[in-house]
């Protein structure tokens, strides 16, 4: 199974051909049959439409398969219970419904990625929705673009909560606000549905925060493709009914 959103921003697509043919070519065949024909299918959630239009072009030219969609080809694995259900992203329901599958009761799913999300799932199972706050990333650029001295940054874990020069301040800034604003947000989704939820965390820089997020029950790197496989197993069990 795949996940376009392996590869960041600027990636090559022979980056992307690459990682498919090695993992692809990892599958072993269904050894009952007669012609060769790999024992497995490659399933991907895409928020993002330019990746999404390559992947299914390599998956077709260059391993002859098809290319299943989470919330096209595959169900969402969860009810959604949103204004807009067609506009979320289906990593997000993905990474909710594997921590569900776990937890079985209300929980938050906090995603640290290019954007962070941060998102409710009742008792029942039923994705309630988020916040989106711009990632690492975005944030230390924005700075950079809007401020006539500031620099770009990279992330690392502060030393100190107080910065001695100004790349270190920037820094804590950063790091310390996506810190603040995770348990500020879960605290006021704890009141709206009456408990405090059991907090999930994922993503690229959640590795960099998760020590310092002490309120956080479970780090689950690899969430999402969890979700994937997830959601697939619930459309092969439907159809067997």
Request: charged share 30%.
């Amino acid at each position: 199974m795949a996940r376009s959103s392996l590869l960041r921003p600027g990636d090559s697509t022979s980056k992307l051909t690459e990682l498919l043919i090695s993992g692809w070519a990892k599958v072993p065949l269904v050894k009952s049959a007669r012609e060769k024909k790999k024992d497995g299918v490659i399933v991907a959630s895409s928020v993002k439409p330019a990746w999404t239009k390559k992947l299914r072009r390599i998956v077709k030219d260059k391993l002859a398969e098809k290319l299943l969609l989470i919330g096209a080809d595959i169900p969402l694995p969860m009810e959604l219970a949103l204004k807009e259900p067609g506009k979320v992203g289906t990593d997000r329901i993905a990474a909710a419904a594997a921590a569900y599958a776990v937890v079985e009761d209300a929980l938050v799913v906090a995603d640290f990625g290019t954007a962070v999300t941060i998102d409710l799932v009742d008792k029942e199972g039923r994705f309630l929705g988020g916040a989106i706050l711009p990632g690492f990333e975005i944030s230390a650029e924005a700075l950079r673009l809007n401020t006539s001295q500031l620099p770009k940054v990279g992330m690392k874990r502060p030393r100190k909560p107080f910065g001695k020069t100004t790349r270190e301040a920037i820094q804590c800034g950063l790091y310390y606000s996506a810190i603040g604003a995770l348990e500020e947000i879960v605290r006021r989704y704890a009141e709206e549905i009456g408990k405090w939820p059991q907090i999930v965390l994922t993503g690229g820089a959640a590795e960099l925060i998760k020590d310092d997020c002490t309120f956080v029950d479970d780090f689950v790197p690899d969430l999402v493709v969890k979700g994937v496989v997830l959601a697939y197993i619930k459309y092969l069990e439907e159809r067997a009914v």
